[in-house]
């Protein structure tokens, strides 16, 4: 079975200092990925997925993720992190033949300081 | 589209109690997904439906837990007798097509339970 994990519990940084959320899956053949925002009180919100192609993935709000298959990482990045931004990371993963369920990481929570 | 609508949004109850969380999917949308999250374990899949069938319950915690979806455009979440354990944020989430193929899915606001 597919699991995720994300070693980060939580992450501190500055203001328009750039991030990247780390997330490491185990799979025996190439998942789907995903990455979803939890704001406070919120339900999730897709960020960006990595389906196939090219393994640099552009999402929503300014992130971005590479998938690493050398590596079994999917990464979340941005350059410049806003206030706004702060929130709970859940990275995902889905599998390709005959299971339509999700696994998600533990999450990690990230705090924005001026 | 309004997207994907839960109800109640908040829920107190008492232990021993029956509790009933109600979720109107995306329209359009052919499955459809209950999980629970907690701090300790996590954001967990209770069951999921493809055109209003249950096609996975494996999740479901125990007999106490039961969903159902009547329709297209509507799933129930029961708990009968709900215990403090199950005190939870439970989210509901809808997609188009199967997450084998890729496809987003789409979470509702969530109810957060609380079982005194």
């Known amino acids: 079975a597919q699991s995720v994990t994300q070693p980060d519990i939580h992450i501190t940084v500055s203001e328009g200092a750039s991030l990247e959320l780390r997330c490491n899956y185990s799979?025996?053949?190439?998942?789907?990925l995903f990455w979803y925002v939890q704001s406070p009180g919120q339900g999730l919100q897709l960020l960006l997925k990595?389906?196939?192609?090219?393994?640099l993935v552009q999402g929503i709000k300014g992130f971005e993720a590479e998938f690493k298959r050398s590596q079994s990482s999917f990464n979340l990045r941005k350059p410049s992190v806003h206030w706004s931004d702060a929130a709970e990371y859940f990275c995902?993963?889905?599998?390709?033949?005959?299971?339509?369920?999700?696994?998600f990481g533990t999450g990690t929570r990230l705090t924005i300081i001026p | 589209d309004a997207g994907v609508i839960q109800s109640p949004r908040h829920e107190v109850t008492e232990m021993g109690q029956e509790v009933t969380l109600r979720c109107k999917p995306i329209?359009?949308?052919?499955?459809l997904f209950w999980y629970r999250q907690t701090m300790m374990r996590g954001l967990e899949l209770l069951i999921y439906?493809?055109?209003?069938?249950?096609?996975?319950d494996s999740g479901m915690p125990e007999d106490r837990f039961s969903a159902k979806m009547p329709n297209a455009s509507f799933s129930t979440l029961k708990i009968q007798p709900s215990e403090p354990r199950d005190s939870a944020v439970y989210f509901c989430?809808?997609?188009?097509?199967?997450?084998?193929?890729?496809?987003?899915?789409?979470f509702g606001p969530g109810t957060r339970l609380t079982v005194t």
């Open positions: 989430a809808s997609s188009l097509g199967w997450t084998g193929q890729g496809k987003e899915q789409y």
């Open positions: 799979y025996g053949a190439t998942p789907y």
């Open positions: 990595y389906f196939s192609g090219d393994t």
């Open positions: 995902a993963v889905g599998v390709k033949i005959g299971n339509e369920k999700l696994t």
């Open positions: 329209s359009g949308h052919d499955y």
């Open positions: 439906f493809n055109n209003n069938v249950p096609i996975d």
